[in-house]
Every structure is written in C-alpha cells, then in structure tokens.
C-alpha cells in the first residue's frame, strides 16, 4: 500500500486515503508481544462460490483492518514526506548495516516491531465492531535471509503472538505477503522501491513457494487463520505472468494445506487474466482488489464518490466506465467466485460525522454483497500527533504527543532506540466519528436508499 505515484498504477479500483475527526483517548504501558490466553476456537472458513461460510456452512459478515507498519515500515505512515532519504525497508537495513551491523540492525528492527502494535492495539480493533486483521509482512520475517529456504530461528514469533492475540478476541487473520523476495513491484510498499526483480527471477518465486508451504504447514490446521494472501499488489509484471505465477503459489500451498482460502491477487488493470478459477481447479478461493474511491484519479474526496460507488451510479473512476459495486459483484457472480476488498479508506480527507457514516456505509455495503473487508490501516503517526485532516489510522498519536522525525542516516542509537519504544506508550487520539458510526444501531442517513 503506498502514497507514492499510483495514480498510474490504479484503474477503476485502487488509492489510499486520511482524515481527522474528533478525538478519544487510550494509553498504556509499552510491552513485548506475550502470548494471549488461548479461548475456543473459531470455527475454520471457506468460500463456496461467491459467499464466505463458516464450517456449518452458515455465512460470515469478515469486517477488518490492515496492521500496516508493523512487519514491513512503510514511512509515510510514520510521519515521513514521500522524499524522504529513507523511505523503505531495504534502504533503512542498508542504513543499519553500515552505521551499526547485522546484528544490531535486527535487534532496532524488533525494538519497532515490539512497541509499534501491542495488547493496547488488540484491545482496541474489537471496538471498532472488527473482527478481522489483515497481517501484511515482509518475507524475511519468515525466511533467514543469509540462508535462503531456511527458517529464522524466531520466524514463528510475530505471526504466531498476532494470531493468538487475535483468536482471544474473536478475530481472523489474513496473512499478507506483502513484500516478496526480490519485491513484486516498483514501489516502495513492496519493501525495496525500484528493485522490481520477483517476476524476472525463477529462484524468487521457488522461494516463494517454498516459504508459502513452510507457512501453510505451520498454520493448516489453526482455525483463526482466514486465508492467505499469497502476493500484495503484484503489478510488476503483466496480468498474464501474475495470474501465471499465482496459480503456482496456489498448486504449492495446496500441496500442503488443503483447509484456508486462498486469495488471488488482482493486477492493477483487474481480474480478467485468471478467468474462472473453478475451471483451472482452485477451489476455496477469493480474489482480492483494493478500492480508493477519491483518490488517485478517482474523484474527489467526499459524499458524492462514495455514494456513486457504493449504490452503483455510473461513473468514470481513471478514465474508464464504472456501475461501481454493481459491476464488481455482477462480475464475481460469473465467476462464481468470493471476494475480499484487502485494502480500502473511507473516511479519506473528509472531517467529522461525514467520515463516520462513510465507513460504516462501505463496511455495510461490503458485508451486504458477501465480500470480506479491511479498511487500510488500524494506526498512523505523525510528528505533531492528533487528527489532523489526513490521517490514515483508527488510531493515531494523540495531540500534542510528539514523535519527532530523525533522519536514520545521522541519529544517535540512543534516538533511534527512544522513538521505536514511544511508539508502544504514545497515548492515542481514536476515530471517534468512525468509532461512534461502526457501533451504531442505525445506518448512515447519508446513504438511506
């Protein structure tokens, strides 16, 4: 997911988005991801057709949101301009390894991993009525990347704390690649800005596979896993080669795993290249597209492109001709095939209670036409803190809370270290007006049809 030049990325179906509303406060003490107490198990998922079910085959309504940052920076998120010096994860490893070591880069990089989501933030998402995450994570949190197709020795750590977390809480997790080796695009969200090299080298999608089966023994038969999102935005290539590549993630994880969805990445330019995956043998499976309205040639913020959008007013998002969610769920209906919105942000821009009924009208919209959800993202910070208009987070440092930016190429270890704990105890400032809307017992005036 980025803020950098995706306008000519995007067609009818992609951006990003932020706002400020008014302000709740929560705080709490920094600590180290502990496993959660283990509760009953949620039942396994799948997908039959167009619809998610639970395993006694009744359906499920999937509403949720991205732990962006967390596994994979992403510095905008952080506060960061986009020209920042350091604006990806390769370029601030690159900055470690040659002010600090290997060693001590991934201990920082466990200091931010540690205090960026903690129980404060698992404690939260279930009050924004979610019950879904979407795990976005960079391969070699899995993958020991001075050992290619070996473990880390702690691989397990993060993924396994964020399922346990989340299944005590009575959520699912969708586990995101969202940054393969070699980087599956050009952006700077695929972990290495420009690198584009996953598509042009077999020995990256073999460890692609490979690492996908490590991840689907681990975790075939853990009821609180969704599904698994085999590639994030994959658009570093043409849709036949994506559609190519995906359909040999699919072949490997059901080598192993038999159980979880699996999620089909769309291509910038859509679906179309996978054709009827019933009629290619892949069964208990989702696409996956990610929606802007408003945003990178999409309109502009604000009722108007949302309520096209929504209630299927024609319209031309980049160009192109759109009945909105009409024609997406006229499409899946031919494909006979599930769906997950993996990437949305609908209060984009957009101030006070007009951000609130806009996302609780999206997540309702979605959940109406069978599709899993998840808004991008759960938290952002900024150097001066508190919801301003473009804030992209559920949660953000509140005002008057300040993170002041270090430049990494120059900042003292003690900076750098004093910045990845704040993030762990910052009090936040909370979404009201989306908090406020997603708990309601009625729906969006603004949206009544």
Request: with cysteine; proline share 6%; charged share 20%.
């Amino acid at each position: 997911m980025s803020l950098l030049k995706l306008t000519a990325l995007f067609t009818v179906l992609s951006g990003l988005a932020l706002t400020g509303c008014a302000t709740d406060h929560a705080s709490a003490p920094t600590r180290a991801p502990q496993p959660a107490a283990q509760t009953q198990a949620l039942p396994m998922l799948h997908t039959a057709g167009t619809r998610w079910l639970r395993a006694d085959g009744s359906a499920i309504e999937l509403k949720g949101t991205n732990l962006g940052n967390w596994l994979m920076p992403e510095f905008w998120m952080m506060g960061y301009p986009d020209n920042s010096p350091v604006n990806d994860q390769c370029t601030l490893e690159k900055v470690f390894d040659q002010r600090f070591g290997y060693a001590e880069r991934q201990r920082l990089f466990k200091l931010h991993r540690d205090h960026w989501i903690t129980t404060r933030d698992w404690d939260l998402m279930p009050r924004f009525g979610l019950n879904l995450v979407r795990l976005p994570f960079i391969w070699s949190v899995i993958e020991d990347e001075k050992n290619p197709r070996h473990l880390r020795a702690d691989a397990w750590h993060y993924l396994d704390w964020a399922i346990n977390q989340a299944e005590a809480r009575g959520m699912y997790v969708i586990l995101d690649l969202h940054g393969a080796v070699g980087a599956q695009g050009d952006e700077h969200h695929s972990g290495c800005a420009h690198q584009n090299q996953y598509f042009k080298n077999p020995e990256f999608q073999a460890r692609t596979e490979w690492l996908w089966q490590q991840i689907a023994a681990r975790y075939k038969n853990r009821s609180a896993v969704a599904g698994y999102s085999v590639l994030n935005e994959p658009w570093g290539t043409n849709p036949a080669q994506m559609a190519a590549v995906v359909k040999k993630l699919y072949t490997a994880i059901r080598a192993v795993d038999p159980n979880h969805v699996i999620l089909l990445p769309g291509h910038s330019a859509g679906i179309d290249a996978y054709g009827k995956p019933s009629d290619h043998g892949m069964i208990n499976v989702a696409f996956e597209m990610h929606f802007y309205p408003g945003h990178f040639g999409w309109g502009k913020p604000g009722l108007e492109v949302h309520k096209n959008w929504l209630h299927c007013v024609t319209s031309k998002p980049y160009g192109a001709s759109s009945t909105g969610t009409c024609e997406w769920r006229d499409r899946l209906n031919g494909l006979n095939t599930a769906f997950f919105v993996g990437e949305f942000q609908p209060w984009a821009d957009m101030s006070g209670d007009l951000a609130g009924q806009v996302a609780r009208a999206s997540f309702d919209r979605y959940a109406e036409l069978g599709w899993a959800s998840a808004v991008w993202s759960y938290k952002m910070v900024t150097d001066t803190g508190g919801l301003v208009l473009k804030n992209w987070g559920l949660v953000t440092n509140a005002a008057g809370a300040t993170l002041p930016l270090l430049d990494y190429r120059t900042a003292s270890l003690a900076e750098i270290e004093a910045r990845f704990r704040r993030y762990g105890d910052v009090p936040y400032d909370l979404n009201a007006p989306v908090l406020q809307w997603m708990n309601s017992a009625v729906p969006p005036p603004l949206f009544a049809r």
